[in-house]
């Protein structure tokens, strides 16, 4: 399970330190594709055959998903850990997010995501915690 917040910079050339708790578990190489709310998100191959599975099952007979499987799989790339624990992300993706320098690494159990660390501090101001988790809870999840 991914969790825990790290920030780490992009350098000249687009590459960039993957924290050393989430490389232990995305492996020396992994898949980067486009994520919901402008950011990346990151999948060990083994999670990533399992979202593959999950849409070969489902089939593309409905718009919707075959709509999303356009953005989720068009826009998916390997990425491979270099000996300094970087990755060098393509510049498609960089562009997606909007990740210029500064940027945040936040684990999300299956996977983690890559966020603009502006962009992810405006977003992660959970001002409206209370509202959500009543909508989970409305939902049958609670903690």
């Known amino acids: 399970m991914f969790m825990g917040e790290y920030e780490h910079s992009i350098d000249a050339k687009g590459r960039l330190i993957v924290p050393a ?9 992994f898949v980067v594709t486009k994520g ?10 083994k999670e990533w055959s399992n979202v593959e599975e999950k ?18 799989f068009g826009g998916a790339a390997s990425c491979e850990v270099d000996k300094q624990g970087r990755i060098l ?14 940027v945040v690494f936040a ?6 995501e890559i966020w603009d660390a502006a962009k992810w501090n405006e977003i992660s101001s959970f001002d409206d915690m209370d509202e959500v988790a ?4 409305d939902l049958g999840l609670q903690i």
Not at 89 to 102: I, M, Q, S, V, W
Not at 107 to 112: E, F, K, S
Not at 134 to 137: T, V
């Open 107 to 112: 684990g999300n159990l299956n996977h983690i």
């Open 36 to 45: 919901i709310d402008g950011c990346l998100y990151g999948y060990p191959l």
């Open 134 to 137: 009543e909508h989970l809870a």
């Open 21 to 29: 708790k989430f490389r232990e578990q995305l492996g020396m190489e």
């Open 55 to 72: 849409f070969r099952e489902r089939g593309s007979m409905d718009k919707d998903s075959r709509k999303f499987a356009r953005f989720f």
């Open 89 to 102: 992300l393509p510049a498609t993706l960089r562009d997606f997010a909007g990740l210029k320098k500064e």
